[in-house]
Each structure stands twice: as structure tokens, then as C-alpha cells.
């Protein structure tokens, strides 16, 4: 059957471009161009143009060029240039007519037929005042009684593919998709959406992969890689079209966060662990990089995560610069939350022409040093004591024996009192303290030193391991240790 053409008709009944995509899916109906119901009574059937359609062949589904020429020839009509399109449109749509058509027929019977204006024409309407389908007819069809956007998550892949197997969706069209009502639900942003992204068998929910893709949910997922539901989606990056932005939890404008976080973190560190990234911890805690093991380190597949500043606590008023002395001597630890030893050094950095007290910092000569004053005379008790770290700024086996021997307090042989407070009898004193305190005999003496006296094979045949010593439970705790004195040969008592 020939047909007749509009002369300013650029592509052909675009209201019935019903061509089949790739895999059988419908491609997109656009705005209709033709004027059809001009051309009624030129078409007493859909099937004289489009005669591919019903059968599923795209190459058949629209009339060749010189069929609208047969009237369209200069002299009865004005001549149109018109060519097919070469390739089906972009959708989602698992809707492919052939198989539409037999599952109706299988439902109502083998007579059963379902024409094209049953979908293509409103009720009522002339014959050949063709539109594009709608989802309401799809819906009245498949007793869907609501509007499109109400439908329920469970309905959304009866009629679309994920977004991903889409591969011929334009962008523009993965922007115009509609919001479901759910998306609008008060918390459904942050706390609201898990769920229901989840499948029963711990996948992604089908209704979730129909608009996005695993991109999207990287953008603000830090766990994406050690979600399932995520993993499940197909890598799709034009579902970042659709926009997402991280909120802070209700929790986080609490006055004291910034006291409790640590708490929250070590009670439920996986929520922690979907915002933020190591880096996020360790913008604050620069000195504590233990603190963020919990959490996942920045990488490919994740997202950025929430940012973090640091920002003065409550307690650093503007004159804490000239208060924080004391706070620092009574609870260092808490000052090791976010500075280093060398934030301290930068202004307490000692100067050796000046006694080691003044500072040439870059906050100016007049500010005071590291120590009190008179540390000097009371530091070997805060060095025993561990008040502070004293290797965090000198080298003890140098920076102590250094001004020792200036001072005259070293020994004249190994058994002469020298650096321990002058104190003629420490030697026999020592074990004692060692035993409280051995990591500060470690800052000058070697193993070597103690087995000069004490050994069991050598030297003067001291005993080293004091009342109630039980050689056995060393002896399975580590062994290594025994062999320093006794060689292979261990004593079991």
C-alpha cells in the first residue's frame, strides 16, 4: 500500500517508531511528526507502513523512500525527501512486540489480538490519532492501579531493564527519569535507602538497578567494595547524571561529638566506615594513625567520603597559647590526640648557648622551653618515672651521657657509681629498679653490660631472676630470652 506524506515530514511517523532495540527492547516514541489522522484514510491498517513491527524486523518497520513517492512526485504532491532510520532508537524497556503479542494471546486465548491503537490511540479517539504508549496503559493492562511514579519497587522490573544493559539510552533521557514518591520520603536520603536496596538473596533490588549503576553509589559510599548490593550493580558512569551529596547523621551536631566520636567509632565502626576514609580520621589525628584502622584507606572503587577539618576544641579559648602548660604536663595524651612532639618543638625548641632553656622557635626568643623550670635538677626522677618521652627529642645513650661526663657523672669502672644520682651504693640497689624500669637501663647499657656479672656460664656467677622466679614458665613464654645467659643448655629450675 502506498503512502501519503507531509512534504515537511524530516523522518516518518515517529508516533509508531515502535522499531525493536538491541535484544528485542522498544525503542523511545518521540513527539509524533506525521500527521496521521490526515492521512487516515490512506492507511486502513498499521501494518501498510510498519509491517516489520508485529514481526520484531527493524529493517521492515518503516516503508522505503519511493513509497512515498508514489504520490509524492512533484505533480500530485510536493516531493519529500525522507530516509528510515538506520538504527532503533535508546530505552529501557523490555517490551518487544512479538513477544507481547503471544503472551496476550496465550492469556485471553488463541484468537486473541491485540491491535496497535489499543496502546497507540486514547479511547475515544479518531481512528489514526496516534500517541506515544503510556505507562498508564501498560498499567491498566497488568491491574497497576496507580500512577507511574507510585508505583511499588517490585513493579519496576516488569517493564525496564537495568540501566546498564541500556546501553543505547541517550543521557538526556536517563535525566528526565521520574523520582519515585519513596526517594521523597522524609530520611530516605541517608538512612532510608539501604534497605530497600537490598535483594533477598543479598544482592541489589531491581527497581534500584533500573536507574543507577555502581558509580552512582561510589560517590558517596567509602564501603562500596565491601557492600554486595553495590557490587551487584553494573558499572554504568552515565548514572552520575542523577546527583547525590553526603548528609551528616543527626548525631554529628551533637555539642559534644567531637568528645564521643572516638566512642562511636570503636561501639559501631561500620557506620563509621561508609562516610569516611582513613585520611578522614587523619586529618585530625596526624599523630595517632592507630585510631583509623577501623576504617577503610582511599582508593580506586570508593568514594571521596566526608571531608573533615580541624577545628580548635571547646577548651583552646584564644588565650590557650599562654595556658596550655599546664594541661599539657597533667595530660599529655589528650594533647597527642592531634599534635605531634615537633608542633611543641616548633616554640620549645632548646638552645644550647642559652642553658638549654630559651628558644629560638619561629613564635620569637621569648618564649620559655620544653621543661619547667629547674627541670634539671628533678629530671632524672621524670625520666625514670616516663613523665614524658624523652626520646621523642633526644638520644639518650648521647644527649645524656654528653652531660654526664661534662658534669663529672660517669664512672671510673663497672663497679663505681657514676650516672645514677651519684649514689655510691646503687649497684646494689639496681636489680630493683630495673626490674620497675628496664627500658631506661636500656638508653645506655647492652645485654653485654648486665652478663659481666650476671650469667650462668661466665662472669661473677650472679643470680639474675629474683624471689619466687619460675624458670619453667619463661622457659614456654619465650625461650630466646634464656639463651642469652644459659646457651641450649636451659635449667628447668
Known sequence: MTARLRPTLPALGAALALALGAGGVLARIVEDRFDHVKHAKVFPTCEGCHAGVAAGDFATSFPAPESCATCHDGAIEDRVTWAPPSRPGGNNLRFAHPEHALEVAGASGADSVLACASCHVREGEAWMAVRRASARRCFACHEIMVAHREAPDSACAQCHVPLA??????VDRIREFETPLSHEQPGFGLDGHGKPAQAADGGVAASCATCHAREFCTTCHVNA??????????????SLVHEASLEAPPGHDRADFLETHARDLRANASACQTCHTRESCLACHVGQPGVARPLFAAGPGRGAGAGT????????????????????????GTCATCHLITTCLDC????????????SGPRGSGARGYHPPAFLTRHPAAAYAQETECAD??????????CHAQAGLRASGPLVAGFHDSKEFFLTGHGQAARQSLESCTSCHVEQDCLTCHSAVAGRGFRPHGPGFDAERLRRKNPNMCTACHGT?????
Do not use: K
Not at 393 to 402: D, E, I, K, L, V
Open 348 to 359: 620549645h625548641r632548646p638552645n644550647p648557648a642559652d642553658g638549654q632553656t630559651a628558644v
Open 165 to 170: 544493559q541500556a546501553t543505547a539510552l541517550p
Open 309 to 332: 577539618a580541624r577545628r580548635r576544641p571547646p577548651s583552646h579559648a584564644l588565650d590557650f597559647t599562654r595556658a596550655h602548660a599546664e594541661p599539657a604536663r597533667s595530660a599529655p
Open 393 to 402: 627529642c633526644h638520644n639518650p645513650a648521647a644527649f645524656c651521657q654528653t
Open 489 to 493: 643448655t636451659i635449667p628447668t629450675n
Open 225 to 238: 567494595p565491601e557492600t554486595r548490593a553495590i557490587q551487584a550493580l553494573g558499572a554504568d558512569p552515565r
